[in-house]
T-cell receptor, first 110, second 114 residues
Framework: EDQVTQSPEALRLQEGESSSLNCSYT??????LFWYRQDPGKGPEFLFT???AGEEKEKERLKATLTKKESFLHITAPKPEDSATYLC???????????FGQGTRLTINP | ETGVTQSPTHLIKTRGQQVTLRCSSQ?????VSWYQQALGQGPQFIFQ???????GRGNFPPRFSGLQFPNYSSELNVNALELDDSALYLC?????????????FGEGSWLTVV
């Protein structure tokens, strides 16, 4: 069964303090690994899709990387507005569904 | 803004009642999926609709059913509501059924069952 585990569950950083969020996965043939940002009471906002090991994508202060077993979301010099829950999900080859982790709740203090 | 719109945004129902949630997909998207997200958890796949047919289903009982209309909008129906059905229900749209296409989510419908 496809499975996603995110760590840590919660992370508090000071503004400007860089860090990384981890997403470990097992899937029967990866088609795509997705990162989403979710603000309280809102739907997930699409950030990145990664398709193969070694791939990297960047958007503003965020950079996502992928290996055969895990993905990292690196956040550089974060700002308070980066505070949110970050969700990781995998989609298997030929599958319709996304399998999500529980998310990492990120808080950036000013 | 993703272009995926859901209604209603919030509702309260009594145990045993039935509920219908609605979703309009992003322009150009012909595939709609529904997810249930309990508080503090990641979303769980309920089912997907493509060309008005169910095209995959997660581990949810038959009292969760859906429809897709010719304009690609969709409904999620839940019968015989239980307290554990209280959650955020998310609609997601994409183009086609080829996995790996970008999937966009709406803002969700908050359902509280009392």
């Amino acid at each position: 069964e496809d499975q996603v585990t995110q760590s840590p569950e919660a992370l508090r950083l000071q503004e400007g303090e860089s860090s990384s969020l981890n997403c470990s996965y097992t899937v029967s043939g990866l088609r795509g690994l997705f990162w989403y940002r979710q603000d309280p009471g809102k739907g997930p906002e699409f950030l990145f899709t990664l398709y193969s090991a070694g791939e990297e994508k960047e958007k503003e202060r965020l950079k996502a990387t992928l290996t055969k077993k895990e993905s990292f979301l690196h956040i550089t010099a974060p700002k308070p507005e980066d505070s949110a829950t970050y969700l990781c999900a995998v989609q298997a080859q030929g599958a319709q569904k996304l399998v999500f982790g529980q998310g990492t709740r990120l808080t950036i203090n000013p | 803004e993703t272009g995926v719109t859901q209604s209603p945004t919030h509702l309260i129902k009594t145990r045993g009642q039935q509920v219908t949630l609605r979703c309009s997909s992003q322009s150009g998207h012909n595939t709609v999926s529904w997810y249930q997200q309990a508080l503090g958890q990641g979303p769980q796949f309920i089912f997907q609709y493509y060309r008005e047919e169910e095209n995959g289903r997660g581990n949810f009982p038959p009292r969760f059913s859906g429809l897709q209309f010719p304009n690609y909008s969709s409904e999620l129906n839940v019968n015989a509501l239980e307290l554990d059905d209280s959650a955020l229900y998310l609609c997601a749209s994409s183009f086609g059924t080829i996995s790996g296409n970008t999937i966009y989510f709406g803002e969700g419908s908050w359902l509280t069952v009392v």
